[in-house]
């Protein structure tokens, strides 16, 4: 959704005069010179024309979390139990390994798990393909067209790799795809998760215009990155819990104030507890 505070008015100006009024006025942000005798003067509107529903962006995005919660709670949960597991999520997408004979089949006999799905993209000779539900809101379909994922590695959000059906998938956002395809394999996401690389740069060439000049430009952009700030990573590298999880509050209070525990202070367990607490507040 557009930012209509962001909008601003050009003028091209090839008088002296000109440029000067309106560099002078109080609306003024930039001006770019392209020769002595052209410039572009940037001006902040005087009046906002708020037209634009700003607040669907967040209407919506609330909206997708309760399907999204709905659908894993209150269906896939509900009928595989302790027998999935979810790897990844994103706003529209969930990423699960389930422990299953045959997850077609349990679609096939289940109309609880069939009805949420869209089974257009299937071959028209699988059991699950239904024509008519292609494209419907709300619905889900599975990715992989029917294919076997038998590897998944998520580094963090919009990173991850998979092997499909032998091949490789990765999905990089903001790295130019030719790195993508020719530098990034599925085994350095591994290694970048599991041996705590940090993070890997590669050389990304770009053609950016500045001023009406074409230029290369070649930077370093981070390719591997095993930060997630968005979950609290255990030991295990494998497994997240969420900020402010109940099993992780124990160890914090553990951890901050360690003065408490130092020799010379004869505090209780109670009371290095409530000390803290304290502390904290």
Known sequence: MENVRKRMDMELVSCNRRLQKLINRS????????SENLNAVTLEKKIINFCKPIYIGLAVLDISKSLMYDYHYNVMQKHYGDKIELMYTDTDSLVYYIQTNDFYEDLKNNNNLLERMD??????????????????????????????????????????????????????K???????????TFSDHKKCLFEEKGENKRENVSIRSFNHQLTTIRTNKITYNNYDDKRVVLEDKVHTV??????????????????????????TGEEKG?????LRE
């Open 119 to 172: 089974t257009s993209n299937l071959p028209e000779n699988h059991p699950c393909y239904i024509a008519e539900r292609k494209k419907i809101p709300g619905l889900f379909s599975d990715e992989t067209d029917g294919l076997v994922m038998t590897e998944f590695c998520a580094l963090r959000s919009k990173s991850y790799a998979y092997i499909l059906n032998g091949k490789e998938k990765i999905k990089a």
């Open 274 to 278: 409530l000390m803290r607490l304290l």
């Open 242 to 267: 969420a900020h402010g999880h109940y099993s992780l509050k124990k160890d914090e209070l553990e951890d901050d104030w360690p003065e408490l525990d130092e020799e010379g202070h004869n505090w």
């Open 174 to 184: 903001g790295i130019r795809k030719h790195v993508v395809k020719n530098h990034m």
């Open 27 to 34: 609306t003024f942000k930039y001006c770019t010179t392209y």
